[in-house]
């Protein structure tokens, strides 16, 4: 039986930075990764398969970051693991022994089966499996029309890249907005107008009954009696964490299906830990649980337990999921962290908000320059940053992380006025009305006034 330090279930970017993490902290220790792909996708990079990237082979995760970092990779997959005897098992039978093993075995797309029609021709859904998503790629080529169903990041970008190619193409949500899940509506009706001036129709606030069509689709039925005639229909409405596995293990589920684990990415097992998409996930701000998936939160946890797998550090622990997300729209783009004003209000925070429009570059006259909007929503009671909103050109990534950190090391409305900023015209907006610190001091002029 082949024996190992530590094991990684899962090749995908949870389970490549647990497992390059485990070898930089851990160096004498041996590390292998199985994974059942034989080439793993960047999964951020899936919708862009579609347009831009123009094919599946231009988006893969090179093997070589392991092959560098002299970890095992192992091609197969783990279909039981016994945790008493610290043992996997793989499919041809042979086993594999650990002293430690971290769960990164990811997430797979909801397949809504209340929906009748979802095994037609034509039907996608978007997982993270390269074979199938290129079969979706051809059959989307020969189609005209095609309907998304589910306006959250992934439908909203693969609808963007369809379109881009020439696709006549409709996302329907169930929900008033478009992103409403992370963004305001002020933000959210922003993307809903960039998706439309793409060519993007759109069709929110309804329900789909049925996707119709005798072996092969032919449309959509919605709530409303409306049919939207299609060849093709991507069902992009959430994933669901793959914990069956760890289930079977029995380790501990929670009732959102997530496999729980405590600050420092370890099961109720002391030596079998569990990050990324599969892994139990909290808030930051409110401490409730969520279905938070990000490749960005994946990472984060990724690398505590990889820095916790043989000495524990209570200043590497993970603290709850801030939720950073951010997109683009054609030459506009999004981003948000934290809560939303909406969420936060629902949560019984009181909040005070500031929004600023300014320019992400100075002077205005400079060619490219984008108009910028930040919103910042804080606790009216100490000024602590609890969440952020961002519109504007490409600068809206860093600027969207830079609010992460500031929620994350609990930075109040004050120490953001009073801190100090480098600025260039080419790459930012004007010291005199930097956007962040803008809609910080109305905040800050808001506080003020309750005050006096």
């Known amino acids: 039986m082949k ?36 080439k793993m996708l960047v999964p951020c990079g899936i919708p862009y398969m579609f347009g831009t990237l123009d094919s599946s082979d231009k988006n893969v995760v090179p093997d070589m970051v392991l ?26 039978g042979s086993e594999i022994g650990f002293d430690k093993l971290i769960f990164a075995t990811g997430s797979s797309p909801v397949r809504p089966q209340w929906l009748e029609g979802i095994d037609l021709e034509n039907v996608f859904f978007i997982p993270k499996e390269k074979d199938y998503l290129d079969k979706g790629s051809r059959a989307f080529t020969a189609c005209n029309k095609i309907v998304v169903i589910g306006g959250g990041f992934i439908g909203v970008e693969m609808a963007d890249e369809l379109v881009k190619a020439g696709k006549d193409v409709t996302i329907v949500e169930l929900l008033p907005h478009v992103l409403s899940l992370a963004f305001d509506a002020e933000f959210a009706t922003r993307a809903e107008d960039a998706l439309l001036a793409r060519g993007i129709k759109l069709s929110c606030g309804r329900k789909v009954k049925k996707i119709l069509g005798d072996g092969k689709v ?21 994933y669901n964490p793959n914990s069956n596995l760890a289930a079977k293990a029995e380790l501990t589920i929670s009732k959102m299906g997530f496999i729980k684990v405590d600050e420092y990415m370890r099961t109720e097992h002391p030596d079998i830990f569990a990050v990324g998409d599969c892994a139990e996930k909290f808030s930051f701000i409110t401490r409730t649980p969520k279905r938070t998936m990000l490749a960005s939160t994946a990472c984060a946890e990724a690398r505590i337990a990889g820095m916790n797998l043989f000495k524990l550090s209570t200043v590497r622990s993970f603290n709850g999921t801030i939720s950073i997300f951010c997109t683009a729209i054609g030459e ?9 004003e909406d969420l936060a209000n629902e949560r019984g925070f009181d909040v005070c908000t500031g929004m600023f429009e300014g320019i992400d570059s100075h002077p205005g006259s400079l060619p490219g ?56 015209p080419l790459l930012t907006g004007p010291p005199t009305a930097y956007s962040l610190i803008k809609a910080a001091e109305i905040i800050a002029i808001k506080r003020n006034k309750c005050m006096c």
């Open 3 to 38: 024996q190992v330090d530590v094991l990684v279930i899962g090749g995908s970017a949870a389970g490549i930075v647990a497992a390059t993490t485990s070898r930089n902290f851990y160096p004498a220790k041996t590390v292998a990764l199985v994974r059942k792909e034989e």
């Open 67 to 92: 092959e560098k970092a002299d970890i095992e990779l192992i091609i197969d997959e783990v279909i039981s693991v016994n945790q008493q005897n610290k043992t996997c098992t793989l499919t041809d």
């Open 218 to 238: 032919t449309g959509v039925l919605l709530d409303n009696g409306e049919i939207l005639d299609t060849e093709a229909v991507i069902l992009s409405v959430g």
């Open 332 to 340: 506009d783009a999004f981003g948000a962290a934290g809560v939303t």
């Open 369 to 424: 320059t984008h108009k910028q909007i930040v919103k910042l929503i804080a606790s009216k009671e100490s000024g602590t940053i609890l969440g952020g909103e961002v519109f504007g050109g490409k600068s809206v990534g860093e600027l969207t992380n830079l609010i992460g950190f500031i929620i994350q090391t609990r930075m109040t409305v004050d120490a953001v006025l009073t801190s100090q900023i480098g600025t260039h």
